[in-house]
């Protein structure tokens, strides 16, 4: 942080040089706190473009990719679907209710500024170890409750999500939103000033002072004083959104709305200066027609607030009446701003006065910092391990997995959700590998997130392919052809080479992947800075990937639940001894390191479409993927899911010559587990076998137990202590049962 005209601001030494360069003079104190706002980590993305610019973005399917406020996929028949991910760290780690919910307020404008309706919620949450930690629990309870209070108010289902948890996670929880909008192609809007004399109006929530300086917040290391910060925190109001929604889908209706931008972080000053440099314009403005909520606010805290539940329309020329007769019916507060201009510049007045005027170019495109990265030296001391002794009662280790608040369900947390609003929930959270939604052509859409931070921790490259892996592997479970995917990657200061190092190892196995597989990205964000300077202690690489996938038809809907008993029980892939990050090593041992699981992408793809085409033949009746606990856990839950058991010969399991505990709870990726009957068993077979993947028939479902035997009986469990270890150990630790 530097102070340059008794302001404090967070850019550094060199980049107040470049902005005296740029400008040729000495920037007044509102500019200074402009550029401050958008050249901000959170908004500039200066770091971490240069990496983020190999993902690929184009797809058959693709409209818009990168660079606007949500990603846009045609679903078919003029309809498109838009995706964003969201977070809100750093205020939800001082105010988990207050942070989660405008966490979700600001993905919902995020897909409302494209034209579309949202039209569902994913959360990605990342919390500190619940079972020992209070202040955990206290996080977690409130996160999840601000989640479910917004989510709930404006009407807009959380249809699917993922948790985890860790020590790292302890004083900087990671709370990660997904939203996915429903619209028609013709309705799509973009945030760009392009019409000279096009009118701007701000519509929505008064500006305050919540909120201010949120993203140069956002943009440093947690102290001890970051406490005190709660007015970086913004305000939530669900049922101003909930208007809101409803009028910008009306106001974009009438084909007079020319641009749209949300205001969240970096506020006035980057809503505009964004939207007149994709439009390649300017923007004059006057603050006497904002609408304030405090009389007494600077030009400074005017232009920077982040208040929620405020929208910029750019309506054309001569038709600003018609637009703000919807405002008034919805009985939205708005205001005439100030208008798009010929200029290149952002011209701030006050009752005509000027008080700032910069060239958009300048204050929307910060230099980017070339960083230095050097492989930190714990990765290759993590690299070899002394394998742990192999227990001698394995029924109780995978209970004690199952018990596991990484592994355990997670129904504490969607229960509090409405996730049925809206009626196209078709397969909801708990039923399968994803959630599955209706849309108006009668196709389907699945949706999920996933990561996997203990992996990305000991080896970042093969952790963030993983939870590529993983997410694209659910989706197919459910009987989807993956799409396209968001990313959003979460680490300590970039500063550090050792931490852009692990950043810039994610990226390159997020981009190896996609383009093996063919899977577009299309959007995404980057937190860093999530480190605590109380306690010296960063977090793990936590990138976080949520993807779609099209269901063409009905009855390829697939769930992960046994159906019948006498069923086969088949396995797709090889099971490798790969237990670094393993829960099995962390959860059941405390180890950390080894060998995490590696994706040879080839044969990635080649299962991918086998289970595709099983599902579309009808030779399967139920799908899950192998990945957190191993075989042992994803056999338990798709008993649980059931309630039905299943017996399991683990001499019949495809491994490299492993121990028992590796074969049942490594996490190898490329696994998926099938049910199929008599009558499609042999059908199933000859398909996998002409694809060239490994294979084998490995039980029967039937009984009330879960039972692994070889020559002897490895473990048998009772289908209610499986539920019981699964189901009950998130409200035992939050407290609600004893």
């Given at each position: 942080m530097v102070v340059l005209n008794s302001i404090l601001v967070g850019l550094t030494e060199d980049e107040i040089k470049e902005v005296r360069k740029m400008l040729g003079r000495e920037p007044n104190h509102l500019e200074l706190a402009m550029i401050d706002a958008e050249w901000s980590e959170h908004c500039s993305y200066k770091s971490s473009k240069p990496l983020l610019k190999q993902l690929p973005t184009k797809g058959p399917r693709v409209i818009i990719g990168p660079g606007y406020d949500a990603g846009v996929v045609d679903v078919g028949d003029g309809y498109v679907v838009t995706l964003h991910i969201e977070s809100h760290n750093h205020p939800s780690a001082i105010d988990p209710y207050g942070g989660a919910a405008t966490g979700i307020g600001g993905v919902l404008r995020d897909i409302l500024c494209m034209g579309t309706r949202p039209i569902a919620l994913l959360d990605s949450l990342r919390f500190g170890n619940i079972e020992e930690s209070a202040h955990s629990?206290?996080?977690?309870?409130?996160?999840?409750?601000?989640?479910?209070?917004?989510?709930?108010?404006?009407?807009?289902?959380?249809?699917?999500?993922?948790?985890?948890?860790?020590?790292?996670?302890?004083?900087?929880?990671?709370?990660?939103?997904?939203?996915?909008?429903?619209?028609?192609?013709?309705?799509?809007?973009?945030?760009?000033?392009?019409?000279?004399?096009?009118?701007?109006?701000?519509?929505?929530?008064?500006?305050?002072?919540?909120?201010?300086?949120?993203?140069?917040?956002?943009?440093?290391?947690?102290?001890?004083?970051?406490?005190?910060?709660?007015?970086?925190?913004?305000?939530?109001?669900?049922?101003?959104?909930?208007?809101?929604?409803?009028?910008?889908?009306?106001?974009?209706?009438?084909?007079?709305?020319?641009?749209?931008?949300?205001?969240?972080?970096?506020?006035?000053?980057?809503?505009?200066?964004?939207?007149?440099?994709?439009?390649?314009?300017?923007?004059?403005?006057?603050?006497?027609?904002?609408?304030?909520?405090?009389?007494?606010?600077?030009?400074?805290?005017?232009?920077?607030?982040?208040?929620?539940?405020?929208?910029?329309?750019?309506?054309?020329?001569?038709?600003?009446?018609?637009?703000?007769?919807?405002?008034?019916?919805?009985?939205?507060?708005?205001?005439?701003?100030?208008?798009?201009?010929?200029?290149?510049?952002?011209?701030?007045?006050?009752?005509?006065?000027?008080?700032?005027?910069?060239?958009?170019?300048?204050?929307?495109?910060?230099?980017?910092?070339?960083?230095?990265?050097?492989?930190?030296?714990?990765?290759?001391?993590?690299?070899?391990?002394?394998?742990?002794?192999?227990?001698?009662?394995?029924?109780?280790?995978?209970?004690?997995?199952?018990?596991?608040?990484?592994?355990?369900?997670?129904?504490?947390?969607?229960?509090?959700?409405?996730?049925?609003?809206?009626?196209?929930?078709?397969?909801?959270?708990?039923?399968?590998?994803?959630?599955?939604?209706?849309?108006?052509?009668?196709?389907f859409l699945a949706i999920k997130v996933d990561g996997n931070s203990k992996h990305c921790y000991i080896d970042p490259y093969n952790g963030a392919a993983g939870c590529l892996s993983e997410v694209c592997r659910n989706l197919v479970s459910v009987g989807a052809e993956p799409l396209a995917f968001v990313d959003h990657l979460q680490f300590g200061d970039p500063g550090n080479p050792e931490v852009f190092w692990t950043f810039s190892e994610s990226v390159r196995g997020l981009v190896d992947y996609s383009k093996a597989i063919g899977l577009p990205c299309i959007g995404g964000k980057v937190s860093f800075y999530n480190e605590d300077k109380v306690k010296n202690i960063a977090i793990k690489p936590s990138p976080v990937v949520a993807a779609i996938g099209i269901i063409e038809k009905q009855e390829w809907i697939t769930t992960m639940n046994f159906k019948r008993d006498d069923d086969y029980i088949v396995i797709l892939g090889?099971?490798?001894?790969?237990?670094?990050?393993?829960?099995?090593?962390?959860?059941?041992?405390?180890?950390?390191?080894?060998?995490?699981?590696?994706?040879?992408?080839?044969?990635?793809?080649?299962?991918?479409?086998?289970?595709?085409?099983?599902?579309?033949?009808?030779?399967?009746?139920?799908?899950?993927?192998?990945?957190?606990?191993?075989?042992?856990?994803?056999?338990?839950?798709?008993?649980?899911?059931?309630?039905?058991?299943?017996?399991?010969?683990?001499?019949?399991?495809?491994?490299?010559?492993?121990?028992?505990?590796?074969?049942?709870?490594?996490?190898?990726?490329?696994?998926?587990?099938?049910?199929?009957?008599?009558?499609?068993?042999?059908?199933?077979?000859?398909?996998?076998?002409?694809?060239?993947?490994?294979?084998?028939i490995i039980g029967k479902v039937g009984g009330k137990a879960l039972r692994f035997y070889n020559d002897w009986e490895l473990i048998h469990i009772p289908l209610l202590d499986l539920e019981d270890s699964y189901l009950n150990s998130i409200p035992k630790c939050m407290g609600e049962i004893l």
């Open positions: 629990r206290w996080l977690f309870k409130h996160v999840v409750r601000g989640i479910s209070d917004y989510g709930n108010c404006v009407g807009v289902p959380t249809v699917a999500g993922e948790v985890e948890f860790d020590n790292c996670f302890e004083r900087n929880c990671l709370v990660d939103v997904v939203c996915l909008g429903l619209g028609r192609v013709e309705n799509l809007v973009l945030a760009e000033a392009k019409h000279p004399g096009d009118a701007i109006i701000l519509v929505g929530g008064s500006t305050g002072r919540d909120g201010i300086h949120g993203v140069t917040f956002a943009s440093r290391v947690l102290t001890e004083k970051s406490d005190k910060e709660r007015s970086a925190v913004q305000i939530p109001d669900p049922f101003m959104k909930k208007l809101i929604i409803e009028a910008t889908l009306e106001a974009v209706a009438t084909g007079y709305v020319r641009g749209l931008k949300d205001l969240g972080g970096g506020g006035l000053t980057c809503g505009l200066s964004e939207m007149a440099d994709k439009g390649g314009c300017g923007i004059d403005i006057e603050l006497s027609k904002v609408h304030l909520r405090e009389k007494d606010l600077s030009p400074t805290e005017i232009m920077i607030s982040e208040s929620q539940e405020r929208m910029l329309f750019i309506i054309k020329q001569g038709y600003e009446k018609e637009v703000c007769k919807i405002f008034d019916k919805y009985e939205l507060p708005y205001s005439i701003i100030g208008r798009v201009t010929d200029s290149g510049n952002l011209v701030v007045k006050k009752n005509g006065i000027e008080l700032a005027n910069l060239p958009v170019k300048i204050v929307a495109n910060a230099p980017l910092i070339n960083r230095r990265a050097v492989e930190p030296d714990y990765i290759k001391n993590l690299k070899i391990i002394e394998k742990p002794t192999l227990p001698s009662d394995l029924s109780s280790v995978l209970l004690k997995l199952l018990n596991c608040p990484s592994i355990a369900s997670k129904s504490w947390v969607y229960e509090q959700y409405d996730h049925e609003v809206g009626i196209r929930t078709v397969v909801k959270p708990g039923q399968g590998d994803a959630s599955v939604l209706r849309l108006p052509n009668g196709t090889e099971t490798k001894s790969e237990m670094g990050g393993s829960e099995y090593y962390e959860y059941i041992h405390g180890l950390t390191g080894g060998t995490v699981p590696k994706i040879d992408f080839v044969k990635e793809k080649a299962t991918i479409n086998v289970v595709i085409n099983a599902i579309r033949k009808g030779f399967v009746k139920a799908v899950h993927d192998i990945s957190k606990g191993g075989i042992a856990v994803a056999l338990a839950e798709m008993c649980i899911s059931g309630r039905i058991g299943a017996s399991i010969n683990c001499i019949n399991i495809p491994n490299n010559g492993i121990r028992i505990d590796e074969i049942l709870f490594s996490e190898t990726h490329s696994r998926f587990i099938l049910e199929t009957d008599s009558e499609n068993i042999n059908k199933l077979i000859e398909l996998v076998k002409n694809a060239g993947i490994t294979y084998n």
